[in-house]
């Protein structure tokens, strides 16, 4: 499945979650290919579908927030339709206080992104001194290498692969506020992939939108006896007479009752597109 590929497109670095499942990923699958880094979910996806020896490794959901628009409406728009998604895994979130230091009652300052200090604002406010010095960084990556311009007594907020990386110690973990939190990442790419008889397929229906259409369309699938994993729709166009229909569920798309399937939604929608067929690692 990852024959062919030489270079890996990652979400973040400096220990970003999207790192830690490449590094799932290559474990799985015995791979190593250089990695590029990159600052949106858009630059990714635009660098696979421009590149065809590349693979890219973005979040698609997450426990606290649900399905992430960004990744699968920029997915099913790819100039190249051979790019779909070959994997997936899970990644629990392990938001930590790292510093240079091992004393975290010594901590006076907090360098971090925004998004990092509204991820774990009750643990700042509750754990961490009323007098904290923060400052704002861009990013993961960059909130480490400001580190080593301050003092012992400044920490930022990292991942544990964050600490290996930059040589830091891990004070505190799970600082994060929505506990047992869990990102799904999807890897993406030109590629086909085998049925494993645990595989998961993901499709998006284009339809007009009409009284009874998503009732026809999970009828299909109790015909096949097919389980549905997860179903959601968006607006196309800003038309809300278009619908995109976002549809997870069991078995591989070379499988001849997923094939039956599909042929039974053809008739019922506008276009459709597989995204791809997958299994987990």
Known sequence: MFE??????????????????????????????????????IECIDYVDENSNAIA????????????????????????????ILAETVVPVNDCILSKTTEFYSITGLIS?????????????????????VVIAESMDESARLLHNYNLTYSIIGTPKTAEIYNLNILKEHIEDFKNNNR???????AETKTTGKDKTS??????????????????????HINITQISSKMMNNNHEEQAVFIDFDGHK????????????????QGIRIIGSYSSF
């Open 184 to 190: 799904r990442f999807i890897v993406i790419g030109d």
């Open 203 to 224: 499709i998006v229906l284009f339809l007009n939108d009409r009284q009874g259409a998503l009732l026809d369309i999970v009828q299909i699938f109790v015909k096949y």
């Open 113 to 133: 992104n925004p998004n990092a200090l509204a991820k774990c604002k009750t643990f700042i406010k509750e754990e961490m001194p009323r007098q904290l010095n």
């Open 57 to 84: 490794i973005l979040p698609v959901e997450t426990t606290a927030k649900g399905i992430i628009r960004e990744t699968i409406d920029n997915l099913i728009t790819t100039k190249n339709q051979n790019v779909q």
């Open 4 to 41: 062919g590929f030489n270079e890996v497109v990652c979400l973040g670095m400096g220990g970003s979650y999207s790192e830690i499942a490449k590094d799932k990923l290559f474990k799985a699958y015995d791979l190593f290919m250089y990695q590029r880094s990159l600052n949106s979910i």
């Open 254 to 269: 070379d499988e001849e009752i997923i094939k039956n399937l599909i042929d039974g939604l053809i008739p019922l929608s």
